[in-house]
């Protein structure tokens, strides 16, 4: 099988937003059989590449004995002494796991590959020109259909058969799938920074922190990372589509507590921040109105999360918020099971009950504010000059 890109710029959109915008191509062909695979995308990364070629796999049955490509860094690093290739770490590990053997065209020299080449011209041409789409999904639609007629109805020009009649003969020759292809996890290599964190894409993920320094295995699937110390599995995060985020599992750093105990309180606020937006607004007002225990009061609240589930937490301290009621009494009263003489009070019976008993907000914000004119006294009481002339401040 014979892979390569192609480029569509100013793809011919009639959706406004998407109008001038460019497109590349995978396209993949089998030699013998000449059956190829064509699918759209907005890049050509690394993942891209190696996501394509599984999908390409599964649409073909099986896995070719080898796949020839071009010299792109996706997949060839460069050429070593003896001018053989340096393959991409990734890319090599697909070919270990999926049992294909690479192989790289000399550089210069595209026309090893003459039937993907042509491919590329043939999708431009059969294909892209003369048809216009309204976004991705219907150019994606579109091509499905012209595959399904160039490769089932119309005989090849090389062969004069359709290329799946000849597929049939191929696929007796292919490798099976490996059962981890339709959940695939990429690899790659990372190392552990002083903060606990790897850097994958643009995000930083935690690890325990004993492994700081060390450098670990990445694979990355398409909705999950998975990370391992040799082939011990260290931690697994949700994967995060944002850009420039820290995901943080908080217990990996309860190693380093003991020497930084500041540093608990910061990464359960950043932790607690993380759960949603609501949660975040909550924790920054709580902050700003009870200082005095703030520590207390996150350390709690972290504990509290764990105890009671995450969406329960989430609700409760939702519920708390939405009555500007801050603090982990009031969320954990929230938690607390009806009475069995009001099984189904409503929400206003319900915070009537937990201001019967928690200590009004009035009375915090009034705490607060005794101890901040007390800290601004004191400051004045220290001052050298007054304590130098006896005065009494």
């Avoid at 764990?306 to 609700?315: L, R």
């Amino acid at each position: 099988m014979q892979i390569d890109w192609g480029e569509v710029r100013t793809m011919a959109f009639t959706k406004p937003e998407l109008e001038g915008q460019t497109r590349y191509f995978f396209a993949a062909r089998l030699k013998y059989s000449r059956f190829m695979c064509v699918s759209f995308h907005t890049d050509m990364r690394e993942e891209t590449l190696l996501r394509c070629l599984i999908a390409c796999f599964t649409t073909i049955g099986g896995v070719p004995w080898v796949v020839v490509t071009d010299n792109m860094k996706t997949a060839v690093l460069g050429r070593n002494a003896q001018h053989e290739p340096v393959w991409n770490p990734a890319y090599q590990k697909l070919a270990v796991e999926c049992k294909f053997h690479p192989e790289a065209c000399a550089p210069a020299s595209g026309n090893q590959k003459g039937a993907v080449e042509n491919l590329v011209k043939f999708v431009k041409v059969n294909f892209i020109a003369g048809r216009t789409f309204h976004d991705d999904a219907d150019l994606a639609e579109q091509c499905t259909e012209w595959l399904s007629h160039v490769n089932t109805e119309r005989p090849s020009d090389a062969t004069g058969q359709e290329p799946v009649v000849r597929l049939v003969e191929e696929q007796a020759t292919f490798s099976a799938l490996p059962a981890t292809a339709q959940d695939y996890g990429f690899f790659d290599c990372v190392v552990v920074s002083r903060e606990g964190l790897v850097a994958i894409e643009t995000n930083r993920y935690s690890v325990p922190a004993h492994l700081i320094g060390r450098a670990l295995t990445a694979r990355i699937h398409a909705t999950r990372i998975e990370l391992f110390s040799d082939h011990e599995l260290v931690a697994t995060h949700v994967r995060s589509r944002e850009q420039y985020a820290r995901i943080i599992t908080a217990s990996h750093f309860e190693a380093a507590f003991s020497s930084k105990p500041r540093g608990r309180v910061m990464v359960y606020r950043d932790w607690l921040c993380d759960l949603a937006p609501a949660v975040s607004s909550s924790v920054r007002a709580l902050c700003h109105k009870r200082r005095a225990d703030m520590k207390e009061q996150l350390l709690a609240l972290y504990d509290l999360a764990q105890e009671s589930g995450i969406a329960d937490f989430v609700a409760a301290l939702e519920l708390a918020a939405e009555q500007q009621m801050y603090g982990v009494e009031y969320v954990r009263a929230m938690l607390a099971p009806p009475t069995p003489q009001t099984p189904e009070e409503s929400t206003h019976v319900r915070v009537n009950r937990v201001l019967s008993w928690v200590p009004p907000q009035q009375e915090v914000e009034r705490d607060l504010a005794q101890y901040e004119r007390y800290v601004a006294n004191r400051d004045h009481m220290l001052d050298p000059v007054l304590v130098g002339r006896g005065e009494d401040a």
